[in-house]
């Protein structure tokens, strides 16, 4: 599931590439954008901002959010593609230093648009402090996360607006490791300790391919309660439950705890 850790991940192979490199080719395949010619445009990085990925390229900036199934992959040009070819949303195809020229895909993505440099803040100014970002704001996010202390904490650490990054997978472990219920009031929980609990997960994942919160990379065992429900504990031997929790029924998301870990 794309959660900071993942984007971080996708941003840094793509900036690996295609930083300094020169766009020999673009094909936005969104009808909205698909007269747009990014070719002789020089790609200056590719960063993340929570889930956001955000390509800096001459004076636009190419903006994407995976939602669920999106990825973006990148490879060699003439290198066969892992996706169908009627899932990329855009083709981005750049000088290279060395060998055949770099060909970045963006398949699936739940978002992609383009907007000029100067106006990113149109699109993710919004967002919280991001705890893989290099100028991450504890103080910020905790005032951001404690604003409305009758609210659910598992809703709380969802919002983006307050902490950028964290999605459900982390939400529903650094629950489990607090012993807290995602329905329990911000107000009544240590959310400071909530907090850091989930910027040190997340910093310990974000270069593995394979996340885990247990500290056991074995599949099948890197989870403590995410995708459990009906798993023994790994704790106490209860069996995992699944809930739904949301401000209303479209934004709904599933939560899984253990009724005897968390309380």
């Known amino acids: 599931m794309p959660e900071g850790d993942t984007i971080h991940r996708a941003a840094a192979r793509l900036h690996a590439a295609l930083a300094g490199q020169t766009v020999l080719r673009s094909d936005v395949r969104v009808p909205r954008f698909a007269t747009a010619d990014l070719s002789g445009e020089r790609v200056d990085e590719v960063v993340a901002l929570g889930k956001h990925l955000l390509m800096r390229i001459g004076d636009v900036t190419v903006h994407s959010h995976l939602k669920m199934e999106g990825v973006w992959h990148v490879m060699r040009l003439g290198e066969r593609w892992r996706r169908p070819a009627f899932e990329a949303r ?149 069996r995992i439950r699944r809930g739904l929790l949301g401000d209303d029924a479209l934004t709904e998301r599933i939560t899984w705890f253990c009724p005897s870990c968390q309380r």
């Not at 020229?101 to 963006?106: D, E």
């Not at 659910?152 to 969802?158: E, K, Q, V």
């Not at 983006?160 to 489990?176: I, K, M, P, S, T």
């Not at 270069?207 to 885990?212: C, F």
């Open 90 to 238: 855009m083709v981005l195809e750049t000088t290279s230093t060395g060998g055949a020229p770099w060909q970045a895909v963006g398949f699936a993505l739940g978002e992609l648009e383009l907007v000029a440099r100067d106006a990113e803040d149109d699109v993710v100014g919004y967002l919280g402090p991001d705890p893989l970002g290099p100028d991450f704001d504890r103080d910020e996010a905790l005032r951001r996360l404690t604003a409305d202390p009758d609210r659910p904490i598992g809703l709380a650490l969802l919002d983006q607006r307050n902490v950028a990054g964290f999605g459900n997978d982390y939400r529903n472990e650094l629950l489990f490791l607090r012993g807290v219920l995602p329905e329990t009031p911000v107000g009544a929980v240590d959310a400071a300790a909530a907090l850091d609990l989930g910027v040190r997960l997340i910093r310990a994942n974000r270069d593995r391919d394979e996340r885990t919160t247990t500290g056991n990379t074995r599949r099948g065992e890197r989870l403590w309660v995410a995708h459990r429900d009906g798993q023994p504990c790994r704790r106490c031997g209860t």
